[in-house]
């Protein structure tokens, strides 16, 4: 069975500019969640959609948002990138709800670098 | 105060030592409680989880958790070079929340 993919796999954009991470779930997970992870602030939720909807939310400005398929893909989108926006973004698909983190998987993450 | 606390190491330590990591946290809310691997350019990997107090053994790795005194632990037993990642705590209520990672190397 196919792992978590995410396209790209590198970006790099300037201040200013909006963003858009691609994530596709393991086949029948309908659970997504997406991830910032700094050398400074480490992993930190961003959002988990379960069947086209939003079910929670970290603290992140609204500049970032997100958005699931009816074919459980999900999008991340970041506006007006700022520097501090440089980081690795990880989406993670699970089979049911948050009742069961603990049957996260993680894709290899997409490394955005805003210059 | 962050809500999971973790030592960020790095750990040094010779092939075939054991190994504990530990992560302490703050919310008694905290009802699942995970140890994932992370190598390098890599997501993290799903290591071990548990439910609520008491020890999980799976082959080298044991996670244990007590919950009266807020402590979770991972020990790597017989440590290979192939075991050098970063590893990270996560526990969770409603979401999942992670510690800084704990950088481990072993070198032969």
């Known amino acids: 069975k196919a792992g978590v993919t995410q396209t790209p796999r590198y970006l790099i954009k300037t201040r200013g500019q909006q963003v858009t991470l691609s994530c596709s779930p393991i086949?029948?997970?309908?659970?997504v969640s997406w991830y910032q992870q700094t050398p400074g602030q480490g992993l930190q939720f961003l959002f988990e959609y379960f069947s086209e909807t939003q079910r929670n939310k970290g603290n992140f400005p609204g500049r970032f948002s997100g958005r699931q398929f009816s074919n459980s893909r999900s999008e991340m989108n970041v506006s007006t990138l700022e520097l501090g926006d440089s980081a690795l973004y990880l989406c993670?698909?699970?089979?049911?709800?948050?009742?069961?983190?603990?049957?996260?998987?993680f894709g290899p993450g997409t490394r955005l670098l805003v210059l | 105060q962050k809500e999971v606390e973790q030592d960020p190491g790095p750990l040094s330590v010779p092939e075939g030592a054991i190994v504990s990591l530990n992560c302490t946290y703050s919310n008694s809310a905290f009802q699942y409680f995970m140890w994932y691997r992370q190598y390098s350019r890599k997501g993290p990997e799903l290591l071990m989880y548990t439910y609520s107090s008491g020890n999980k053994e799976d082959g080298r790795f044991t996670a244990q958790v007590d919950k009266s005194s807020k402590y979770i632990s991972l020990f790597i037993r017989d440590s290979q070079p192939s075991d050098s990642a970063t590893y990270l705590c996560a526990m969770s209520a409603d979401k999942l929340i992670f510690g800084a990672g704990t950088r481990l190397a072993v070198h032969p």
């Open positions: 086949s029948g997970h309908r659970s």
């Open positions: 993670a698909s699970a089979t049911q709800d948050r009742l069961a983190q603990e049957t996260q998987y």
